[in-house]
């Protein structure tokens, strides 16, 4: 015997009422996408499951991949037999017997989709329960909490057994909550803001600000494979790289170093909000959180925000700085992020930027910069492409060529 199919139990979606539907759509094809690396699989899902048809591929890895996808409440591998009473007695008593351990319970729960099938559920529960004895004499049935439940579903084309429920990754399927923008340096926090908006269904797309010959072609890529770490929640991201030289060349040349940092990153939120706009995102994500550094002050956050009136989601704003490497571990971004790639922040950072600017200077110092035209400029030297799981080897090295 051997694993055909595990079987999917949704999360939270089911007290969705008549949007089910749309969140379950959602789920199968987030599946289908996380999944594509493995092209024999087939998925299929309707109002109480999802299927994912192994088709010969190996179990393990699938497994893998799915406890990462948001919107799965559990999953179970099942085994296929034959839907003939004899030989579904001697594969309970041999799966039975793999797993069973002294003093172990046990209960068998039956389904007959297929009621053309000789026995109905109730004979069934009580034929395979008679077969489970007479293989292992001292084992214990047990309706309530049993340490096993084997279950068995006799559909048209065959019958099924399973046993293990795995736990899910929970939240929401990514895209059901909507789309925002993730504001994406190298660092450490952005790509754990990213996870966590996806968790509660928020699909994202990437923004990130490069400023070369300032920064390499080095940091692009590690912001690049930071994003794609990120695809495994729930498919592919497209990757926005804006092109930020000339704002942070103009902001150097013609800003007091003090408040360098606040015009920056109202430039870098600004034309976020127009690419968001553009490509019809609700919300703008970034990793800030309280007192890091000096842009994280209540007052650097109001003088930075006040130039949209967009959500601006910041799932990290409480974490300690501990908390958020602790989940960037979990989340296998935290040894990429640590990589030495300089992002643009780093570069042009002053040594004493301003912990409380204030905005009537902030605005004083924008008057000295074209603003309209910078922003108009680098919006118009985007470079969009998609990220998935596959395309590591591909499309970016090929990127990466034509930059060196
Ligand atoms: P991170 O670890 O995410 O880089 P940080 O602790 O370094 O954050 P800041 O440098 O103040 O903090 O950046 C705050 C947020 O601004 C980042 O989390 C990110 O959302 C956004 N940001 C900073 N630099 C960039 C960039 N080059 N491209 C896109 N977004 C950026
Ligand atoms: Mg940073």
Same mark, same amino acid.
């Given at each position: 015997?051997?694993?055909?199919e ?6 939270e ?6 949007n089910?539907?749309?969140f379950i759509?959602r789920l ?6 996380v999944l594509?690396?493995?092209p024999e ?7 109480d499951?999802a299927?994912v ?5 190996d179990?393990l890895?699938?497994?893998e991949s ?6 799965i ?5 099942v085994y296929k037999a034959e839907?003939?009473v004899e030989?579904?007695k001697?594969n ?5 017997l793999?797993i069973?351990?002294?003093?172990m319970t ?10 053309s ?5 109730r ?5 395979m ?7 292992i004499?001292?084992i214990q049935?047990?309706?309530?909490n ?5 279950t ?5 084309e065959?019958?099924?057994?399973s046993y293990?429920?795995?736990k899910?990754?929970?939240g929401l399927?990514v895209?059901t909550?909507?789309?925002g923008?993730l504001?994406?340096s190298?660092?450490?926090?952005s ?11 928020v699909?994202i ?5 490069a400023?070369?010959p300032y920064t ?10 930071l994003?794609?770490?990120l695809t495994?929640f729930g498919?592919?991201? %497209?990757?926005i790289e804006?092109p930020f ?6 902001i150097?040349?013609?800003?007091p170093?003090?408040?360098l940092m606040?015009?920056t ?10 690419i968001r %706009?553009?490509r019809?995102g609700q919300v703008?994500i970034?990793?800030?959180s309280?007192?890091?550094v ?11 925000n ?5 959500p601006?989601?910041?799932?990290l704003v409480t974490m300690d700085?501990l908390?958020i490497?602790e989940m960037?571990q979990k989340?296998d971004?935290f ?5 030495p790639?300089e992002?643009?922040c780093?570069?042009?950072a002053?040594?004493?930027?301003k ?6 200077n902030?605005?004083?110092?924008e008057?000295?910069l074209?603003?309209e035209g910078l ?6 030297g985007l470079v969009?492409s998609s990220?998935?799981? %596959?395309?590591e ?10 930059l060196?």
């Open positions: 015997m051997h694993y055909s595990i079987m999917i139990r949704y999360g979606l089911s007290t969705k009422g008549k089910r539907m749309y759509n199968k094809n987030n599946i289908k996408h594509s690396v493995f699989i087939r998925v299929t899902a309707d109002r499951r299927h048809y192994l088709n010969g591929c179990y890895p699938v497994a799915l406890k990462e996808i948001f919107g409440q559990a999953f179970s591998p839907k003939d030989l579904l001697k309970v008593q041999e799966l039975m793999s069973y351990q002294k003093g046990f209960k068998i729960t039956s389904k007959r989709s297929d009621h099938f000789e026995l109905d559920s004979e069934l529960n009580q034929i329960g008679a077969a489970v004895f007479a293989a004499p001292d049935a047990q309706m309530k049993p340490d096993i439940n084997l068995i579903e006799i559909r048209e065959a019958a099924y057994l293990e429920n795995i899910g990754a929970g399927p895209g909550s909507g789309k923008m504001m994406l190298g660092g450490i926090d790509p754990v803001a990213g996870y966590l908006a996806l968790k509660r269904g699909a797309e990437a923004v990130h600000f400023s070369p390499s072609p080095g940091a692009l890529k590690k912001a690049q494979d994003a794609r770490k495994k498919g592919s991201i %497209q990757f804006v030289t000339e704002i942070q060349e103009e150097k040349e013609k800003v170093e003090a408040y606040t015009l990153r109202r430039f870098m939120l600004r034309i976020t909000d127009r %706009q553009e019809s703008i970034t990793g800030e309280l007192g890091q000096a842009s994280q002050t209540l007052e650097s956050m109001q003088a930075i006040a130039v949209t009136s967009t601006v989601i910041r799932p700085k908390e490497i960037a989340i971004t040894n990429l992020s640590i990589q790639f992002d643009c780093t570069v042009f002053p040594d004493r930027p912990t409380h600017p204030k905005i009537k902030v605005e004083q110092y008057k000295r074209d603003v922003i108009e400029r680098a919006l118009s969009i990220i998935s799981s %596959q395309s080897n591909d499309e970016i090295d090929e990127l990466l060529d034509s060196l």
